[in-house]
Nanobody
Framework: QVQLVESGGGLVQAGDSLRLSCAAS????????MAWFRQAPGNEREFVAA????????FYADSVKGRFAISRDNAKKTVYLQMNSLKPEDTAVYYC????????????????????WGQGTQVTVSS
């Protein structure tokens, strides 16, 4: 059983930066593809960024490309989301998700691809 705990959310102003962390326990972290999703009030959960097992394969939603960066530290069993140039429309609860995979560099962008989710961390960006 994999457990995920997100942290690093908060209230910031537009243009600021935040780094989210997602610490995993249980299982073998280096066997997991990881991703971040977010859900704003009244909206469906949407994909933000994904990373493969090795960290070399990454993929981003168009809305965050060039501003956000996903990375991972397999030794620390943690995945990160560096968020720069934040905008009010980035306000949401951010969730990390895990998918065991045999493919080292593959990443996955659909919610249905992931079986384990964290509880989420709130990010609020004021204008």
């Amino acid at each position: 059983q994999v457990q995920l705990v997100e942290s690093g959310g908060g209230l910031v102003q537009a243009g600021d930066s935040l780094r989210l962390s997602c610490a995993a326990s249980g299982g073998t972290f280096s066997n997991y593809a990881m991703a971040w999703f977010r859900q704003a009030p009244g909206n469906e959960r949407e994909f933000v960024a994904a990373i493969g097992r090795s960290g070399r394969g990454t993929f981003y939603a168009d809305s965050v490309k060039g501003r956000f960066a996903i990375s991972r530290d397999n030794a620390k069993k943690t995945v990160y989301l560096q968020m720069n140039s934040l905008k009010p429309e980035d306000t949401a609860v951010y969730y990390c998700a895990v998918r065991p995979t045999e493919n080292v560099n593959d990443y996955y962008a659909r919610q249905a691809d992931y079986g384990y989710w964290g509880q989420g961390t709130q990010v609020t960006v004021s204008s």
